[in-house]
């Protein structure tokens, strides 16, 4: 069986921290992978020098990752076309509206019996029409893509603390890579499972990819709740509604994808945990109610003017909602998202954020 | 159809707040129920005064809940016979050690077709059997009992804010109290639910009286976690693996026992996120770290004696599973309940707390 040669296409914060995972595992199963691994570096200047000839001098990522050893088995490629040559085992984690244009024309390059994983937050939204970054990636380069995702905020994984990770594979049966190949299971488990970072597998490629993207708008929630000093009690309903209508979101407009993903999974209630507790799109939406400014204010005052995924994720729901409003069947709607979205664009008091509830 | 009259047994914190919301509810369902609610306080000297006398002057629990009013429709009594006099719908919200001792002897004085609702932390277990306080408190009394438990701070619920409550209700059809009673769901959604207090009824008293008891083991897990200085990635971790123990352990051993009562109720995921957020026990669990110190010398320092659920409950589960070892085929066991009693009882280091998850 030939070794899987594995290419990283992104190399930013958690781009860098996977990288690094995956160095470590190459070796740890080397009867499976090449011990190379290539990072596609979206090439920029760092201190006056190429990024990606300090990540190759320095095995670190300096911008994005700084003080953390990548291994010196990673090497950083500018050229997308040099980095995938080979490469059967494709991660991709770059920023979710990049995705396309990174793509574009890579599928003429590919090596046989290729194949992608995703670790892409976000989903590509066209009014009545909601698309995952797996199936976009699949679509583009004409090869199976499974997800991965969890509670893992980049640092910390990076200084090993311990955490659980969701790998969503397709169902099997369909194996492209003749029968003696690695499942797709198979294949990235070995590539991503550490003692300190543990996959659990599940079929539900969507419903992981779904949730990454889905739990920003609960994360807002919470932030509200924080700013308006509402206590734990109130945290934890708008946590335990949040989760419940992005799950029957899901299940109700992806029909493959489960329930169990949502509640069960790291990339389920831990990630949207994670998230509630410490992550940037809680922090903005508790400083919008303390400041009385508008988020987009804030993205260039916290964020250095990058974009914050809860607004954009909430605006998506929100006009796939009005687009397919006669399929709707819950009872209630999902009034937790719309809150969301009326206090981001519509000017609504974050006060109102449990009306309807 | 007559009236139904209420009868809280318990005054401590939770006691007090749950009789606020019980009293506005009496005086809005007047068609319902009688306006006077009876509460039976061990009676206790404050200021000189007996509790009781004050409470029915103030119309507050100076000692458990001060600052908050009661409603003047609660009338507080020391002798537990005169205090449940004709009620049909009594409240237990005792701590959990003396549940069979306040209980002795009442159901001779019981008035007819009365039902209970359980609001006790906690189980009962000896060696290999656990019991819940509503199935105890149904064998004392000879009658139904339902059971309430949610992500509710009684501080918080006495401010109103926002919160939600899960109701578990026995099965309908067996409907002692003639047929055109009130169905014990309708009985005490009536009487709890409020617009910031959001009832949700579940068919699973059980499940709810065990959430509240077994959520606190997993509380010292992310105390342990947060005394450790491990990030978010890990306590979320801890979370959510605690949440699939004590609900895998509860559906096992307790067949009627619901999944869904864990992973979507408020006496479930939000519970359990808000002990582990700002709990007690997540507190003691912390400082154990911090200081070296056992949880007993804490328990003195900080809680002035009184005792901690969290150990009693893992200590609880430890001789249960020890006793029916035999029945477990969860393939790992409850490695995260057994470390958590480890920690507490056999000195194992806090650092060990994710061996074996």
Known sequence: MAKEKVCIIGSGNWGSAIARIAAMNVKDHSDIFEEEITMFVHEEEFDGKPLSSIINEKHENVKYLSGVQLGSNVKAEPDLIKAIKGATALIVVVPHQFVEKVLDGVKDHLAPGARAVSLIKGVKADGGKIYTYPGIISSLLGIRCSALGGANIATEVAKDQFCESTLGVLPEGTKPHGKDSLSDADLWYNLFNRPTFRIRVVSDVDGVALCGSLKNVIALGAGFSD??????????????????????????????????????????????????????????????????????????????????????????????????????????????????????YEGMPPEKLIEGL
Chains 1, 2 share one sequence.
């Open 227 to 344: 700013g308006l000093g509402w206590g734990s009690n109130t945290k934890s309903a708008i946590i335990r509604i949040g989760i419940m209508e992005i799950k029957d979101f899901c299940v109700h407009f992806f029909p493959k994808v489960k329930s169990e993903t949502f509640l069960e999974e790291s990339c389920g209630v831990a990630d949207i945990l994670t998230s509630c507790i410490s992550g940037r799109n809680r922090k903005v939406a508790e400083d919008m109610v303390k400041t009385g400014k508008g988020f987009q204010e804030l993205e260039k005052e916290e964020l250095g003017g990058q974009s914050l995924q809860g607004p954009q994720t909430a605006e998506q729901l929100h006009n796939f909602l009005e687009a397919r409003r006669d399929e709707v069947s819950r009872s209630d709607g999902f009034p937790l998202i719309e809150n969301v979205w009326k206090i981001c």
